[in-house]
């Protein structure tokens, strides 16, 4: 690897809008976000699917998936 060019990496304490602290690698020493692993509906369960044509049950008949 070339000297001089790679940046450092420090440890980065970042700051989720829900409260959530955590902390990474990264080139920069702190960092804000919107939105985490903990407030994200995909990883909550909270997410909703909004299914006005049909298209999961078509789907999962289709592929034989549970109900």
Do not use: Q, W
Not at 33 to 50: A, L, Q, R, W, Y
């Amino acid at each position: 690897m070339k000297k001089g060019i790679h940046p450092e990496y420090v440890e980065c304490s970042v700051t989720c809008a829900c409260g959530n602290h955590f902390t990474v690698l990264s080139n920069k020493p702190e960092m804000r976000i919107d939105i985490c692993n903990m407030c994200h509906p995909f990883f909550t369960g909270s997410e909703k699917i909004v299914d006005a044509a049909g298209r999961v049950e078509k789907f999962k008949s289709k592929y034989k998936l549970g109900k």
